[in-house]
């Protein structure tokens, strides 16, 4: 997939309909994120040694409304995502971590929701992940070129 990748009407409401079921366990979804993100990737863990994990749980909560309620309109979130996947290069990300990232989210996701998550809810899911990873990694291979 790469960032032209199209997502399906039917699938932005599947997403927006499962993420409206996560907004109120928000930080207990975003506690379970994390945890598993360590314990599956401990390399990457020391990332985030200097962080206040309360308020990155936030910033990731917020980061994802932003994206799911822009899914309709794509685009208008285009040039924040590649700012964002830009400045994480100085966090040390890799293109690799996208995946790990990604696959961590749909766990969080197929965990938090139980029964009410579904085979065609993640597959949305991970279709909306790789736009953003795609656009993301685009802005990290941006700052690689201005840096050469």
């Known amino acids: 997939m790469n960032s032209k990748t199209v997502i399906t009407a039917a699938q932005i409401d599947l ?17 379970l994120f994390y945890e ?14 200097a962080v206040a994990l309360p308020a990155q749980r936030l ?3 917020k980061a994802i409304n932003m994206v799911v309620m822009s899914l309709g309109n794509f685009e208008t979130v285009v040039p924040i995502l590649r700012n964002l996947g830009y400045h ?32 065609e809810a993640a ?17 990290a291979r941006q700052h690689s070129r201005s840096a050469a």
Do not use: C
């Open 88 to 119: 994480h290069v100085f966090y040390g990300v890799k293109e690799w971590h996208y995946g790990q990232v990604g696959a961590t989210l749909l766990w969080t996701l197929d965990t938090g929701l139980g029964k009410e998550w579904s085979d």
């Open 59 to 61: 910033k990731l909560v």
């Open 15 to 31: 997403i927006k309909e499962s993420w409206g079921k996560v907004i109120p366990i928000a930080d207990t979804a975003a506690k």
């Open 123 to 139: 597959m949305a899911w991970a279709i909306a992940y790789q736009m953003i990873a795609d656009v993301m990694i685009e802005g």
């Open 36 to 49: 598993r993100l360590f314990a599956t990737n401990p390399q990457i863990a020391p990332m985030f040694d």
